[in-house]
């Protein structure tokens, strides 16, 4: 299995809402990241986690929630969001520091009403 | 904030023709990425280029790295339709120690290329 899989595609949610966005891998990656994206922009880093540990937030809202409950999986809990935050995330992994690349899922849109 | 700039911010090319894309970045890498996205989904990994390398191919690309000067260049050659697509350049850097190192990529601002049938 060589790919990265989020669900769900698309989301649309209130911005009373709570969600949950999934990210899941099987290709013995330790370290996984979430990226967020906006229309016609590049990718931009929110968080690292190596071994199941957070290493990296780039300053990230609190109502971004990031969980690494094993090796395998990626969540992003969402929570009071604004509809600024509408955008791609996207999910990648990749072996330790990743010098072999890395590899993305294809994505969630998330648009928040 | 972002890392590495890359022009043309757009090209447009006949099918058959060889597409050029620049990058530049800031500050000490570990390699350099390259990276294609089709109508705002999913990144695919192209080609990656260590450091300490200087030029490496795959199949119809070919990446340069100058690091004296801190860019890079991608080269498609004999493009095709489904070659239509945003590329990134994407500087990998190596944190932490050890056996639980990790990797911060940044994104360059990316290139619209469209190759015409």
């Known amino acids: 299995d060589t790919e990265v899989t989020q669900t769900p595609k698309h989301l649309v949610m209130g911005m009373t809402n709570k969600k949950s966005l999934k990210c899941e891998q099987h290709m013995g990656h330790r370290a996984m990241y979430w990226y967020k994206q906006k229309a016609k922009k590049p990718p931009e880093l929110m968080f690292v986690?190596?071994?199941?540990?957070?290493?990296i937030n780039e300053s990230v809202p609190s109502r971004f929630s990031p969980e690494c409950p094993n090796s395998s999986l990626l969540n992003l809990h969402l929570h009071a969001l604004q509809p600024e935050d509408s955008a791609l995330y996207l999910c990648?992994?990749?072996?330790?520091?990743?010098?072999?690349?890395?590899?993305f899922g294809s994505g969630t849109r998330l648009t928040v009403v | 904030s972002q890392q590495g700039e890359e022009d043309p911010q757009a090209l447009s090319i006949q099918e058959g023709e060889n597409a050029t894309m620049n990058c530049s970045y800031k500050?000490?890498?570990?390699?350099l990425q390259w990276y294609r996205q089709n109508s705002g989904r999913g990144l695919v990994h192209l080609i990656l280029i260590r450091s300490n390398e200087r030029e490496k191919h795959s199949g119809r690309l070919r990446v340069t790295l100058d690091t004296s000067k801190k860019s890079s260049s991608l080269l498609i050659t004999a493009s095709r339709a489904a070659d239509t697509a945003s590329y990134f350049c994407a500087t990998g850097s190596r944190l932490g120690a050890g056996g639980t190192s990790y990797g911060k990529l940044t994104f360059g601002q990316g290139t619209i290329l469209t190759v015409h049938p």
């Open positions: 986690y190596s071994y199941e540990k957070l290493s």
């Open positions: 990648a992994s990749s072996h330790l520091w990743g010098s072999d690349g890395y590899t």
């Open positions: 500050t000490s890498i570990n390699n």
